[in-house]
């Protein structure tokens, strides 16, 4: 049974929070095919290379079919000759996405949860919540749980303290509903309000 770190106001050690011990046993193949799917999904799929039908040129013949000695050719446009068209290149019409069904999803999230509690990088807190909008205090908290980066789970974000949090480099803020598995197994630190890691477990 993995366990996250509970921390008090002071953000020290204060118990441990037992995730469910069927989180256990999901396999990582969840997470690798959610993570395969998101970057496909925000893929800018720009690339993007002419036809032998879309270059500028002409069609008329180059040269006669026969007695030259060359292989017969029909156009300057062909994918043999420089400024021809390209055969078989990259095109910007191209679908990249991969479906994942909704049940998928939901394991890849706990299967990255849940390794987070395996490594002892997940931590919880009964609130995150910046009262003044202070991004010196936020600051102080990233440094003290997350020296290098980290992502921080509310469960109803406020607009002081997303403006706490908007300007500190290699953290993220987010809120429970919109958190994904890619987001959570990108961090090294996950620090989640215990509400919504309560909400995130009901759900799975």
Do not use: C, W
């Not at 441990?16 to 799917?37: C, M, R, V």
């Not at 180059?62 to 420089?82: E, M």
């Not at 990249?96 to 394991?107: I, T, W």
């Amino acid at each position: 049974m993995s366990k996250a770190i509970v921390l008090n106001n002071k953000f020290e050690k204060s118990g441990e929070f037992a995730l469910p011990e069927k989180f256990a046993e999901i396999g990582e193949q969840n997470l690798y095919l959610y993570a395969k799917s998101f970057l496909s999904g925000i893929r800018s799929n720009s690339a993007h290379t002419r036809t032998k039908g879309e270059v500028s040129g002409t069609d008329k013949k180059p040269f006669a079919q026969k007695g030259g000695g060359r292989a017969r050719q029909g156009s300057l446009k062909n994918p043999t000759f420089v400024g021809g068209g390209v055969a078989f290149g990259p095109r910007n019409n191209r679908n990249y996405n991969q479906k994942v069904n909704k049940k998928q999803k939901r394991l890849a999230l706990l299967y990255a949860l849940n390794k987070h509690a395996e490594n002892g990088t997940l931590f919880v807190v009964d609130s995150l919540e910046i009262k003044d909008g202070k991004t010196k205090e936020a600051a102080a908290i990233a440094k003290k749980l997350a020296p290098r980066d980290g992502l921080f789970i509310v469960q109803n974000l406020t607009e002081k303290t997303y403006l706490a949090f908007r300007n500190l480099a290699k953290y993220y803020l987010v809120e429970a509903s919109e958190i994904n598995a890619y987001v959570a197994a990108s961090y090294r630190v996950v620090i989640v309000e215990k509400t919504a890691l309560e909400n995130i477990i009901k759900e799975g």
